[in-house]
């Protein structure tokens, strides 16, 4: 199993369209790359820690590569908006791609190189090394299943849509 960290805007939709993933092994919502020990969700609501909302995926390469799914990830958010995916704003819904294998930075600058050519202006994706990751309290994780009706910044048509894409795929 792989593990990539995708900080997609509010961790409770990127880890539900991540979760619709065939080959997506597990998913875990937390913060990433901030400046505190352990922080709990109310500081990094502050924005004042540094932490990204961010989604631990673990995945089978042997059924989805990593290529793909940064193209999900692209999909879900907009590249160029900075601080702010759909209606929510701040440092902690940065979007960023943090990895923990150099060996995944060729690939993934490579589908960066493809998506800046379809996006007007530059991509404000972070691309980092994982520096750290704490996992969000049991509240946040799997939110939208435990809440099929709660909030989210993504159109619920994506889930259906990247579920159809992973089963054609499949195929």
């Known amino acids: 199993m792989k593990e990539i960290y995708l900080a997609g805007g509010c961790f409770w939709g990127t880890e539900h369209l991540f979760k619709q993933v065939k080959g997506v092994t597990e998913t875990e919502v937390g913060f990433a790359n901030g400046n505190t020990e352990a922080p709990t969700y109310e500081e990094v609501y502050t924005d004042m820690t540094g932490y990204a909302e961010t989604v631990r995926v673990c995945y089978d390469e042997q059924v989805i590569e ?4 940064l193209n999900i990830f692209f999909i879900a958010i907009d590249p160029s908006s900075l601080n702010r995916q759909g209606e929510d ?14 060996e995944d930075l060729p690939i993934i600058r490579e589908v960066f190189a493809s998506q800046q050519r379809l996006v007007e202006g530059p991509i404000v994706v972070e691309l980092e090394p994982l520096r750290n990751f704490y996992p969000a309290d049991e509240r ?12 989210c910044h993504l159109p619920h048509q994506l889930f259906e849509f990247v579920r159809n894409l992973s089963n054609e795929v499949a195929k």
């Open 140 to 151: 946040h994780q799997d939110y939208l299943d435990k809440n099929p009706g709660g909030y």
């Open 66 to 69: 990593l290529r793909q799914l």
């Open 89 to 102: 704003e701040g440092t902690r819904y940065r979007t960023g791609v943090y990895y923990t294998s150099e």
